[in-house]
């Protein structure tokens, strides 16, 4: 395997444990749900959903330079 497909492996590894410990901190909070105020489950999915939103336009951007 060349260097530059090595790297891009790598990455996505990176990405995909990444994620595996999103899914882990969404299960946790969602064990936790009745503890959570609605205010504060609010603000969690405003965050999250401002995190997605800026995510998808700079992938956008990414796929635009290709």
Do not use: C
């Not at 891009?8 to 749900?33: P, Q, S, Y």
């Amino acid at each position: 395997m060349d260097d530059e497909t090595v790297k891009h492996l790598w990455a996505l590894r990176k990405v995909n444990e990444t994620l595996v410990e999103g899914l882990k901190t969404a299960i946790l909070v969602f064990e936790k749900i009745e503890e959570l105020t609605p205010e504060r489950r609010e603000s969690m999915i405003e965050s999250l959903k401002g995190l997605v939103s800026q995510s998808e336009i700079i992938y956008a951007e990414a796929r635009i330079k290709h």
